[in-house]
């Protein structure tokens, strides 16, 4: 059943275009822009809410453009490429603004004022850093569907990097390629911008036979921009399959050049852990948060969530201590080799759940001057009396979702902290994802 002739009031979080039809029901359109009026394809429906996908548009926003994804509508990815990017860009400042103004803290609403224009991506385009192909029954690769579990077959990503798609595209036509996806249920390309190549980890249905290691050889031979492959699964670790060099490293490594007033900064990470989406972004992301952080040389600087150190090493060389917490162990063995590499020798870190470190280190009494928080989507819910306990200064939250980030602010508000800046940075082009580094002072 179809909605006719919804006008559609603004983007909210999720990138959903919000209406509200005759009989009182909200409607959240995808592929929808703020004032339009759209026919709607229902998806799903409740008594107080009604989903659903823009399927025309009568009045179209000023700023809407033909995505240039074939895949676009269809692919459950780029769900704002009918924006050209500064219209994203005003699009997520609106969606955080709106969430701040909901908020039934005053305080929370009042930063508003503060929130500053969103640092748009050095790239709108081939900027991520790595793709994760869903393989099908059929052999086919692809990305998920909006909300299915169907996979759409795809050739390519416009916004993964050029060295993704190159790397695809000369797998593609490979006999070994087609073998080795028949026992694989996901695909990881990810480029080592130092190595000047790409890197793939097939995770597999089972453990790795020794044909599969003779496929994956096959491949890394005929590709001249692949350099390893892995495999992974279930039930055995990320497992070396084939390399260029018989010596196959686990790292990657980028490495971004002097600026003035920011010296050069190499990060090194392990296959299939974690590191920003968007390398080039990164830059702007890190150079943020070491400005609202402003650790001076005698401070001390406690880094939750850190990974593999990305905001420690550049925090760490203008402060006098860093601490590192993180629960991923090869997180912290890439953070203690990014810390070496970099002739870093005041900083510590150590694996652990953050809400265990935060209880023992509250129990220490010892707080920090300043504190950094990275939390995955889900924020960070119960945190906000010890980070108070823990933070002598200043606490810079870093956040990928505005809703947990709202949230959390009322909490952090109430246990005595005051908003300062709210910088937006776009880390996410085409799609309704953005970053949020937020700078709180103690009261
Ligand atoms: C958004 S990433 C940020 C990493 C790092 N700050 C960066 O910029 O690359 C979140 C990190 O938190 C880690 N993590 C998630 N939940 C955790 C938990 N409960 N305890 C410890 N670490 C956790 C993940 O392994 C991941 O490295």
Same mark, same amino acid.
């Not at 459950?76 to 009918?82: A, F, P, R, S, Y």
């Not at 991506?121 to 850093?129: D, E, M, T, V």
């Given at each position: 059943m179809n909605i006719h002739d919804l006008t559609i009031n603004k983007l909210i979080n999720g990138g959903y275009g919000l209406g509200r039809l005759d009989d009182g029901r909200a409607a959240m359109v995808r592929l929808a822009l703020p004032g339009e009026t759209v026919d709607v394809r229902i998806e799903r429906q409740t008594k107080s809410l009604v989903e659903g996908v823009a399927v025309r548009v009568h009045a179209p926003h000023p700023r809407r453009i033909e995505p240039p994804c074939p895949y676009y509508g269809d692919?459950?990815?780029?769900?704002? +490429?009918?924006?050209d990017y500064p219209c994203q860009l005003e699009l997520k400042k609106a969606i955080i603004s709106d969430l701040l103004q909901r908020h039934p803290e005053p305080a929370v609403r009042r930063a508003t004022a503060i929130l500053a224009e969103p640092l748009p991506?050095?790239?709108?385009?081939?900027?991520?850093?790595r793709i994760r192909l869903q393989i099908d029954a059929h052999g086919r690769t692809g990305f998920r569907r909006f909300h299915r579990h169907e996979i759409v077959a795809v050739a390519g990503c416009q916004i993964a990097r050029d060295d993704i798609n190159q790397t695809l595209a000369t797998l593609r036509p490979h006999p070994a390629y087609a073998s080795l996806l028949q026992q694989t249920t996901e695909l990881e390309i990810m480029a080592d911008p130092d190595g000047g190549g790409t890197v793939c980890v097939f995770i597999l249905k089972r453990r790795p036979r020794p044909r599969d290691f003779n496929q994956a050889t096959a491949l890394c031979r005929e590709s001249e921009i692949m350099n390893r492959i892995f495999f992974a699964g279930r039930d055995f670790p990320l497992t070396p399959a084939?390399?260029?060099?018989? +010596?196959?490293?686990?790292s990657l490594s980028v490495t971004y050049p002097a600026e003035p007033g920011r010296p050069a900064l190499t990060l090194g990470w392990e296959a299939g852990g974690f590191c920003q989406i968007n390398l080039a972004q990164n830059r702007r992301l890190i150079a943020t948060v070491v400005d609202l952080a402003a650790p001076g040389p005698e401070e001390s600087v406690l880094d939750l969530f850190c990974g593999m150190g990305n905001f420690s090493i550049p925090l760490a060389t203008g402060c006098r201590r860093l601490l590192g917490i993180e629960g991923q162990g090869s997180a912290i063995r890439s953070a203690r080799a990014n810390a070496r590499c970099a002739g870093i020798d005041n900083a510590e870190f150590r694996q652990a759940p953050i809400h265990d470190a935060c209880t023992q280190l509250t129990a220490q009494g010892q707080p920090f001057d300043c504190v950094i928080i990275d939390p995955p989507r +889900?924020?960070?819910?119960?945190?906000a009396r010890q980070l108070a306990a823990l933070t002598g200064r200043r606490l810079v939250y870093i956040s990928c979702d505005p809703a947990t980030l709202c949230r959390d602010l009322g909490d952090l508000i109430a246990a005595g902290f005051t908003v300062r800046r709210l910088q937006p940075v776009d880390m996410f082009p085409q799609t309704h994802h953005i970053e949020t580094v937020v700078l709180l002072e103690k009261n």
């Open positions: 692919c459950g990815g780029c769900d704002l +490429q009918h924006g991506s050095p790239l709108a385009f081939g900027y991520r850093q084939a390399g260029r060099d018989p +010596q196959i490293g686990r +889900q924020g960070a819910p119960g945190l």
